[in-house]
């Protein structure tokens, strides 16, 4: 970057900073796209004089409501929710819905923004938003998170709709929640209409959007490693988390031959040196999607339990970061990098800090960022609003082929605008691939 771009980009985010104080996961979350495209942006004359930056850095608005609900013991209790609907410009409001008592309007922001090009650059026609609430579904019986999802619907109801924003699972929310926020949906509204995805295959779910996520990601990586000639297959694999993204990221590894040699959960990782067999897979699946118990309460021969610590440490090849934002920091990634690693490739949204990301790129490795490599989970969102528009459901292997030419299509998007002379710059070439679409449409609908 010049001096010159240096300089604006510092003038941008002074103002953005003060617009937006505190928003600490929101800032980053900008910093890193406005530092891709401001070489570009700033040679684009029309775009740069009608601020295009500025104002698709402000959502198109926010609703903030409170939802109460009754616990089981017959107390009320009361949890903040929101739904950002940061922009429309190509295609109604897309983005799931997060329940974690971590969620603030910051992490929401920062995940509506990256939805945005990570919509984008899906090629299909999508907007980007996110929403959720603080409340934490841990510890609370079926009934209450039941009775939660009621009534926040009860609230979000009138801002959703098919046509105008289409909302989805996320942390803490899966096709249980889904199905209660949709169930609610029918009773207030009275119709049927796809206004969620991730719903059950028997209304409306689509095949493969359970396993979207994880399954993308490695067909994301596979064509990374292969653009720089590599091999997944023999690949020893670090995955952090053991949710949704990292459970089908696992699954999908092990299927192609690569070693799955961690996982993880909030209270600390397993360690499987030789690899998980696919059995054992069965059984972390089992323990994690239907007892949903710790990764500690398991008792298999070659694996290893190591309470409070993150999987940066051992020894692997690849590095997949599954469970949330800023999870792979300075100290994991110079470990990654003293043993080798030759790519990270992230299933979570902007799980590596920006330290950390500093230190990945000095070093050479590949870097795949969450908006084009974890894209798989929205593109078959999006693939179940067609199926639901058309009245049609379409086999599994008819939506995962759709999957995996989606993923090369972002990999190819991301190849022609990040090619560099040795490696490609996964997080320049899906930022700009992304920004370009969505300020050109912008720009196009004049001062709107
Ligand atoms: P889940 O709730 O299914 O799983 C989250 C996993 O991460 C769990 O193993 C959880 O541990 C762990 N985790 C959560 N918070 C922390 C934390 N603070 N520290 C350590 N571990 C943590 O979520 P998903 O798998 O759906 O989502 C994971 C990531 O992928 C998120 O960043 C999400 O935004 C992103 N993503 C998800 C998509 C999807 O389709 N689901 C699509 C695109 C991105 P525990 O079991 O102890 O709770």
Redesign the pocket.
Same mark, same amino acid.
């Given at each position: 970057m010049t001096s010159a771009e240096q300089k604006e980009l510092d003038h941008f985010m002074t103002g953005l900073k003060k617009r937006n104080p505190y928003e600490i996961e929101f800032q980053q979350a900008v910093h890193e796209v406005a530092a891709s495209v401001m070489p570009w942006y700033l040679q684009q004359d029309d775009l740069h004089r009608s601020q295009i930056l500025e104002r698709i850095t402000e959502p198109d608005r926010i609703i903030t409501f409170r939802v109460t609900w009754e616990t089981d013991a017959g107390e009320i209790r009361a949890n903040r929710a929101w739904r950002v609907q940061f922009n429309h410009a190509l295609g109604p409001y897309k983005g799931?819905l997060?329940f974690?008592p971590?969620v603030t309007q910051s992490i929401l922001k920062f995940?509506g923004f990256e939805q945005i090009f990570?919509n984008s650059l899906t090629g299909l026609p999508m907007g980007g938003a996110k929403g959720g609430s603080n409340f934490n579904p841990?510890g609370k019986s079926r009934r209450e998170v039941m009775r939660f999802c009621h009534s926040m619907m009860t609230e979000l109801h009138r801002h959703i709709g098919e046509d105008i924003d289409v909302p989805?699972?996320?942390?803490?929310?899966?096709a249980r929640e889904v199905s209660f926020l949709f169930g609610q949906y029918m009773r207030l509204e009275n119709r049927w209409s796809g206004v969620l995805t991730?719903k059950g295959l028997s209304f409306g779910g689509s095949a493969v959007r359970t396993e979207?996520?994880g399954w993308g990601c490695v067909y994301f990586c596979e064509n990374m490693l292969h653009h720089h000639d590599f091999e997944l297959e023999g690949k020893r694999v670090a995955v952090? +988390?053991?949710?949704?993204? &990292?459970?089908y990221g696992a699954q999908k590894l092990i299927e192609k031959r690569a070693k799955v040699v961690t996982m993880?959960?909030?209270?600390g990782f397993i360690h499987a040196p030789e690899g998980l067999t696919m059995e054992q897979w069965e059984t972390i699946q089992e323990l994690?999607e239907k007892k949903r118990g710790?990764?500690s309460e398991l008792d298999e021969a070659g694996i290893t339990y190591h309470a409070g610590k993150?999987p940066w440490g051992v020894e692997c090849d690849i590095a997949m970061p599954?469970?949330?934002?800023n999870?792979l920091e300075a100290e994991g990634a110079k470990e990654l990098v003293k043993n080798g690693v030759v790519a990270v490739c992230e299933?979570?949204?902007?799980?590596t800090s920006v330290e950390a990301v500093e230190i990945l790129r000095e070093a050479g490795v590949l870097l795949a960022p +969450?908006k084009a490599s974890? &894209?798989?989970?929205?593109a078959v969102?999006g693939l179940e609003q067609s199926q639901n528009a058309m009245r049609i459901s379409w086999e599994p292997e008819e939506v995962d082929r759709r999957l995996q030419r989606i993923m090369s299509e972002i990999h190819a998007r991301c190849v022609r605008e990040g090619q560099g002379e040795e490696r490609v710059d996964y997080i320049d070439g899906s930022n700009i691939a992304g920004f370009k679409k969505v300020a050109e449409a912008m720009h196009a609908y004049g001062a709107v």
């Amino acid at each position: 970057m010049t001096s010159a771009e240096q300089k604006e980009l510092d003038h941008f985010m002074t103002g953005l900073k003060k617009r937006n104080p505190y928003e600490i996961e929101f800032q980053q979350a900008v910093h890193e796209v406005a530092a891709s495209v401001m070489p570009w942006y700033l040679q684009q004359d029309d775009l740069h004089r009608s601020q295009i930056l500025e104002r698709i850095t402000e959502p198109d608005r926010i609703i903030t409501f409170r939802v109460t609900w009754e616990t089981d013991a017959g107390e009320i209790r009361a949890n903040r929710a929101w739904r950002v609907q940061f922009n429309h410009a190509l295609g109604p409001y897309k983005g799931g819905l997060r329940f974690h008592p971590s969620v603030t309007q910051s992490i929401l922001k920062f995940l509506g923004f990256e939805q945005i090009f990570k919509n984008s650059l899906t090629g299909l026609p999508m907007g980007g938003a996110k929403g959720g609430s603080n409340f934490n579904p841990k510890g609370k019986s079926r009934r209450e998170v039941m009775r939660f999802c009621h009534s926040m619907m009860t609230e979000l109801h009138r801002h959703i709709g098919e046509d105008i924003d289409v909302p989805a699972g996320d942390i803490g929310v899966g096709a249980r929640e889904v199905s209660f926020l949709f169930g609610q949906y029918m009773r207030l509204e009275n119709r049927w209409s796809g206004v969620l995805t991730g719903k059950g295959l028997s209304f409306g779910g689509s095949a493969v959007r359970t396993e979207a996520t994880g399954w993308g990601c490695v067909y994301f990586c596979e064509n990374m490693l292969h653009h720089h000639d590599f091999e997944l297959e023999g690949k020893r694999v670090a995955v952090s +988390g053991s949710g949704n993204v &990292a459970l089908y990221g696992a699954q999908k590894l092990i299927e192609k031959r690569a070693k799955v040699v961690t996982m993880s959960d909030s209270k600390g990782f397993i360690h499987a040196p030789e690899g998980l067999t696919m059995e054992q897979w069965e059984t972390i699946q089992e323990l994690k999607e239907k007892k949903r118990g710790r990764l500690s309460e398991l008792d298999e021969a070659g694996i290893t339990y190591h309470a409070g610590k993150r999987p940066w440490g051992v020894e692997c090849d690849i590095a997949m970061p599954c469970a949330t934002q800023n999870e792979l920091e300075a100290e994991g990634a110079k470990e990654l990098v003293k043993n080798g690693v030759v790519a990270v490739c992230e299933g979570a949204n902007m799980p590596t800090s920006v330290e950390a990301v500093e230190i990945l790129r000095e070093a050479g490795v590949l870097l795949a960022p +969450g908006k084009a490599s974890n &894209a798989g989970g929205v593109a078959v969102s999006g693939l179940e609003q067609s199926q639901n528009a058309m009245r049609i459901s379409w086999e599994p292997e008819e939506v995962d082929r759709r999957l995996q030419r989606i993923m090369s299509e972002i990999h190819a998007r991301c190849v022609r605008e990040g090619q560099g002379e040795e490696r490609v710059d996964y997080i320049d070439g899906s930022n700009i691939a992304g920004f370009k679409k969505v300020a050109e449409a912008m720009h196009a609908y004049g001062a709107v």
